[in-house]
């Protein structure tokens, strides 16, 4: 026979919530202590299916002991989720053997759980105990008194407010009681991306002090698919957060480029008028020029709008010249002043390859010290990729998707091994023809954000065509980018125009 010790009406649940006060029950035997860790817990990842597994490993990580336990079920969750942040007592799902473990383990003589809930599932562990039901139906909650331990336990719950609108399972509303009922916090982490922001860079720096390796808990699959920029499949979570603590910021804030953010770029290369905007005027008024144009933008999108440069850093030539590739590479040096000043401006870079008839990646290696800023990414122009035999403008260039990937995976090596934010690859093109096997490309590394950059010209209705074909059977992972050509569109694309093209453009260049 169960022993019902009272009930207790859900009304007062919210101002239970709100004030943390209780209203004992006479009797000194109602006087419930509950004792918590006295060290934070091992950081770790908390898959987000399984309520009952998530009450069992919090109430584990978080409390020594326990004379009360709360015991819900799926439906009653809501309800009990308050008495547990108000009180303080651990709070389990379900009524299996290993939740009857548990509350041996923790020393629990009482019970407070809905009424009607059927305890039998707790087997003979059922008759020792004093149970309290709280019932739906009546007012003015009166529980047992707690006393706590005064010294909260240094613990923070990051969750993934977008996963939570789609989970079926109230996972955040269980963790996130059991977690304040210590007096620990919760913070919000997007797409459980920990570098999406610098808020949520602050948010992971304030959580992990000088230890990632305790204290940190992040529910749901997002953090674990997520390790932020850098991460490889086998890392796990404290040197996920390490990470986050020394990789620094982009500029605008935040490890990951995209979808944090968008960037209006002024294309061309230093001192050579001919090639595009970038080359029309000094350093510092190239930085104020670009510096206007995203301001253009600024309110027509949700993410913030930055500044960037697309510098030409390896030119197509009319000429085989001394290597015999038809490519004319800018000496690194002579591009590090404007790499450097960029940076301090806030205005990121993207280094633009042509490469004639050798292939992107020899090139790309040339400017790997440059590419070691954190500001600083990479674009492949296929267009300038020739095969032995052909000349520029008399054939289009192509490229195939495995050379795409042989330089997306040293890229991404390169981003991991120094601790770098995700960095743009960004991929040109106006003609199917210009990327072969474009569905093989890989899109796998968190590293990078793969963009596709429409680089065709001319009236609005060819533009918009080539900006739709080119998203035919594109590999997921992908992002779009477009092109505002000053002399070669009749007429140019407003700002406005621009981000009304579908989808909404994540790097717009003007050339």
């Known amino acids: ?73 799926p439906e009653t969750l809501e309800q009990l989720a308050p008495v547990s942040s108000a009180t303080g007592l651990p709070l389990l799902v379900g009524t299996d053997q290993a939740v009857a473990e548990e509350i041996s383990r923790l020393g629990a003589g009482t019970v407070l759980t809905a009424a009607g809930t059927d305890l039998s599932g707790l087997g003979d562990l059922v008759g020792d105990l ?29 969750v993934d407010p977008e ?58 699959a997002s953090f674990a698919a997520n390790f932020g920029a850098g991460a490889g499949a086998a890392d796990d979570w404290p040197a996920a957060l390490d990470r986050t603590l020394r990789t620094p910021q982009l500029p605008g804030g935040g490890h990951q480029a995209f979808p944090g953010r968008r960037m209006v770029a002024a294309y061309g290369s230093p001192g050579v008028p001919s090639l595009g905007i970038l080359g029309e005027q000094s350093l510092q008024e190239s930085i104020t020029r670009v510096q206007e144009l995203a301001a253009e933008y600024a309110g027509l999108a949700e993410e913030p709008v930055l500044p960037a440069f697309e510098i030409i850093t390896t030119m197509a030539s009319s000429e085989p010249g001394g290597d015999g590739n038809y490519s004319t590479e800018r000496d690194p040096e002579l591009l590090r002043e404007w790499v450097d000043a960029a940076g301090e401006a806030g205005v990121y870079v993207v280094l633009d390859l042509q490469p004639g008839t050798t292939d992107f990646l020899t090139q790309a ?53 120094h601790s770098l934010p995700q960095k743009l690859l960004i991929l040109h093109q106006f003609t199917h023809s210009m990327i072969s096997d474009r569905q093989d490309i890989d899109t796998s590394h ?20 080539t900006y739709r074909a080119l998203q035919r059977d594109l590999p997921e992972g992908i992002f779009m980018a477009w092109k505002n050509f000053y002399d070669e569109d009749t ?19 003007y050339q």
């Open 1 to 73: 026979m169960l022993s019902r010790r009272g009930f207790v009406g859900v009304v007062g649940l919210t101002a239970l919530a709100l004030t943390g006060t209780l209203s004992a029950c006479s009797g000194e035997k109602n006087q419930l202590t509950v004792d918590v860790v006295d060290s934070a817990p091992a950081s770790a990842v908390l898959p987000g299916e399984d309520l009952a597994w998530i009450a069992l490993t919090l109430s584990a990580a978080l409390f020594l002991a326990a004379d009360g336990v709360l015991i819900a079920t």
């Open 491 to 509: 007429p140019m694309f407003t700002p406005q125009e621009t981000y009304e093209v579908e989808p909404r453009p994540w790097f717009v260049s």
């Open 130 to 158: 004093e149970v309290v039901e709280i019932d739906s139906a009546q007012e003015g909650p009166e529980l047992p008194a707690v006393n706590l331990d005064e010294q909260a336990v240094a613990v923070t719950l990051l």
């Open 163 to 220: 996963a939570e609108a789609e989970a079926a399972l109230p996972t955040r509303t269980l963790a996130s009681a059991v977690v304040q009922a210590v007096g620990g916090s919760i913070a919000e982490i997007p797409s459980g991306v920990l570098g999406r922001s610098s808020e949520t860079i602050a948010a992971v720096t304030e959580a992990a002090g000088d230890d990632p390796a305790t204290g940190v808990l992040a529910l749901g």
């Open 365 to 417: 290696r040339l400017y790997e010290d440059l590419l070691l800023a954190p500001h600083v990414g990479l674009a492949l122009d296929a267009e300038w990729r020739l095969e032995p035999g052909q000349k520029h403008l008399a054939q289009i260039g192509s490229v195939s998707a495995a050379e795409v990937n042989d330089v997306a995976s040293w890229l991404a090596a390169l981003t991991t091994e």
């Open 446 to 465: 968190p590293e990078l954000a793969i963009t596709l950059h429409a680089d065709g010209h001319g009236v609005p209705g060819d533009k918009l065509g």
